[in-house]
Nanobody, 125 residues
Framework: QVRLIESGGGLVQAGGSLRLSCTAS????????MGWYRQVPGKQRELVAV???????TYADSVKGRSTISRDNAKNTVSLEMNRLKPEDTAVYYC???????????????????WGQGTQVTVSS
């Protein structure tokens, strides 16, 4: 089956920028929406941004105007660039891929969701 591998994140100063990337590995046939979510301790995981397979995007109000989500369907990759970072952006960021189908020797199978392992983003004031 397909796994999501995240990269990027780390410690950034307020006002800085970062780029997160996520690649779906395995025999991917198709993926519907891909997106980024974040979670801080004691709170529910929340949507940051999502992009459909035809490029339609949705952003949380908290990041709208300073973030860009993009996708490369040929490489099964989704990226999130965040600018003008704030301390309240500190969280663990998770990649999600929805309705994944993969290729088997018998044909196409699947239609399941997957989460990445999460990557820590810390914004210092």
């Amino acid at each position: 089956q397909v796994r999501l591998i995240e990269s990027g994140g780390g410690l950034v100063q307020a006002g800085g920028s970062l780029r997160l990337s996520c690649t779906a590995s395995g025999s991917v046939h198709s993926i519907n929406d891909m997106g980024w979510y974040r979670q801080v301790p004691g709170k529910q995981r929340e949507l940051v941004a999502v992009i459909s397979n035809d490029g339609r995007t949705t952003y949380a109000d908290s990041v709208k105007g300073r973030s860009t989500i993009s996708r490369d369907n040929a490489k099964n990759t989704v990226s999130l660039e965040m600018n003008r970072l704030k301390p309240e952006d500190t969280a663990v960021y998770y990649c999600k891929a929805e309705s994944i189908t993969h290729v088997t020797k018998w044909g196409v199978d699947g239609a399941y969701d997957r989460w990445g392992q999460g990557t820590q983003v810390t914004v210092s004031s």
